[in-house]
């Protein structure tokens, strides 16, 4: 399918999740049992004086297939925070259109995972945030940005195709995992 289609499939089902988590009507829709913690800094892209929430960890969830909230109380779920999946069975994970940023180690060793989404909004994700996923097979840009691996210790940027949902996915996993990735 038409990456435009997927985005605009994507931003329809945002506006109604958003509609119904507002609503109270949410209940099911994403996965509850996920730790949260509050969030700032840069973060804080959307306004300065509030807080927001990463997603921190697994608690008591029933789904192996993660679907992160667009909200939580009212503030936006903004980051997986580093390390928040690290060693866990989950399978595939849905990040909302309010996601900014994927931390280090986030999915680190997630050998069960073979599938995330990256929404347009995503403008980094930390070192080996899919280190170690060795049944990863799709990563799935939601933007037609330019995206680069950038060294961790001399902050030196190549540029990288992220077209390929397959080919990124094994190179995330492997070759990439000691660079963290930002989009220009």
């Known amino acids: 399918m038409n990456k435009k289609y997927l985005r605009l499939i994507s931003i329809i089902l945002t506006v109604i ?11 099911g829709l994403y996965t509850s049992g996920l730790k949260y913690r509050e969030t700032g800094g840069i973060d804080n892209v959307i306004r300065g004086d509030e807080y927001y929430y990463a997603v921190s960890g697994l608690g008591e969830v029933q ?11 009212g503030r936006y779920v903004v980051r ?3 390390e928040a999946f690290k060693d866990t069975d989950i399978k595939s994970v849905t990040l909302p259109e309010s996601m900014l940023g994927i931390g280090s180690r986030a999915f680190k060793d997630c050998t069960s995972l073979r599938s995330i989404n990256i929404p347009p909004q995503v403008f980094y994700i ?10 990863l097979t799709s990563v799935a840009f939601e933007d037609d940005y330019v995206w680069y691996i950038e060294d961790v210790e001399t902050s030196e940027r190549t540029r990288i195709d992220v077209t390929n949902d397959r080919e990124i996915a094994t190179k995330l996993a492997g070759e990439y995992a000691a660079y963290r990735l930002v989009k220009e």
């Not at 999740?17 to 209940?27: D, I, K, W």
């Not at 789904?63 to 109380?73: E, G």
């Not at 930390?126 to 049944?135: I, P």
């Open 17 to 27: 999740c958003t509609m119904l988590v507002l609503s109270g009507c949410a209940e």
């Open 63 to 73: 789904s192996k297939d993660i679907i992160v909230p667009i909200m939580r109380t």
């Open 80 to 82: 997986i925070s580093g």
């Open 126 to 135: 930390g070192e080996g945030a899919f280190e170690g996923c060795t049944s």
